[in-house]
């Protein structure tokens, strides 16, 4: 079993920048590819970004490609979201995700590939 816990989330201005993190408990976690996700009000769930287990690969959507980075630290069980150059249209309810029930190479951006979630960290950009 994995719990994850989402921080860092907050109320910033557009163009600036917030770092969240997603503290992951159980042995396993270095194995397990990560990915972030957010829904905005009355929007679905949309991939963010994602990494594999050594944190050697990552992949991002589009809409932040370039101000957005994601990274790991499977020391301390920690993957984080450093997002930059942010704009109103980023404001949404930030998720992380871990998969244990697929390979643990590759990066996953559909929400049904991840069977671990965290409770979500409100991110609001004003303009």
């Known amino acids: 079993q994995v719990q994850l816990v989402e921080s860092g989330g907050g109320l910033v201005q557009a163009g600036g920048s917030l770092r969240l993190s997603c503290a992951a408990s159980g042995r396993t976690f270095s194995s397990y590819p990560m990915g972030w996700f957010r829904q905005a009000p009355g929007k679905e769930r949309e991939f963010v970004a994602g990494i594999n287990w050594g944190g050697g690969t990552t992949y991002y959507a589009d809409s932040v490609k370039g101000r957005f980075t994601i990274s790991r630290d499977n020391a301390k069980n920690t993957v984080y979201l450093q997002m930059n150059s942010l704009k109103p249209e980023d404001t949404a309810v930030y998720y992380c995700?871990?998969?244990?029930?697929?390979?643990?190479?590759?990066?996953?951006?559909?929400?049904?590939?991840?069977?671990?979630w965290g409770q979500g960290t409100q991110v609001t950009v004003s303009s």
């Open positions: 995700a871990a998969t244990n029930i697929l390979g643990y190479s590759r990066i996953y951006s559909y929400d049904y590939e991840y069977n671990y």
